[in-house]
């Protein structure tokens, strides 16, 4: 199946942009009546047939159309710090984009070495992801934010700090107390982890501490093994 992204898609007919076009029809070499599915990011897949395989403006016409495709039964929200090394960010936001995952927040703490991302760029990324993976629901990417104000966003689901440092509750291993169908929003440190006072700040604002095992992860592997453990968690 090939996969099309179009947040602005609008049945029955649609044109593809440039790009999709030129790579529909050059790369793909579709023409009239051949098919390929768009979804919007939104839950909503279309099965669609090429009407014009033009190069540059791709005319396509919508044959049927699936709603909520492939809909996870819970609500994922990763609070991770950009790493120094922004490929292992980019890393992390394909791999969650491909488990299942539906905000990611860039979080700056008291230790983040990187402050800044180019949201573009990294939109690109879960884009990419989304249409490998054929996914229906498109992941949001917030702006860079603050911990503190992370830790006092209104949230209904549960909520939990991963950390390496002291607990000033016991700890939890993720995969235990997590219960299917749960939404969660997860806290994922930088490289070198939450302070104390982040933790504490965290706790008050009714996180639970987690561990997500015995192994020391770096911060992209231990946010991938905290997407992997509530999809395992759910299926």
């Not at 790369?27 to 190069?55: F, K, M, Q």
């Not at 939404?183 to 009714?206: Q, R, T």
Request: contains cysteine; negative net charge; aromatic residues 8%.
């Amino acid at each position: 199946m090939q996969l099309f992204y179009a947040a602005d898609f609008s049945a029955p007919e649609y044109m593809l942009s440039e790009e999709e076009s030129r790579h529909a029809v050059k790369v793909l070499r579709l023409t009239e009546g051949d098919t390929l599915h768009i979804t919007d990011g939104r839950g909503s897949l279309y099965r669609c047939a090429v009407a014009s395989a033009h190069p540059k403006h791709c005319l396509v016409r919508v044959v049927e159309h699936f709603e909520e495709f492939e809909k996870l039964p819970y609500r994922l929200t990763m609070a991770v710090a950009p790493t120094k090394n922004i490929d292992r960010y980019e890393w992390f936001l394909e791999k969650a984009t491909e488990i299942g995952v539906d905000t990611v927040i860039p979080i700056i703490g008291e230790h983040s070495e990187r402050k800044v991302i180019k949201r573009e760029r990294e939109e690109k990324v879960i884009t990419a992801a989304v249409k490998q993976s054929l996914k229906a629901y498109h992941p949001r990417l917030t702006d860079v934010t603050p911990f503190a104000e992370v830790v006092r966003m209104e949230f209904s689901g549960r909520k939990f700090i991963a950390h390496c440092g002291e607990t000033f509750h016991e700890k939890s291993y993720l995969a235990s107390t997590l219960r299917k169908g749960e939404d969660a929003l997860i806290l994922i440190g930088p490289e070198g982890d939450f302070s104390p006072e982040e933790v504490e700040l965290a706790v008050v604002n009714g996180f639970e501490e987690i561990t997500l095992g015995k192994q020391r992860f770096r911060t992209e592997t231990a946010a991938v093994v905290a997407v992997d453990m509530v999809s395992i968690v759910n299926y």
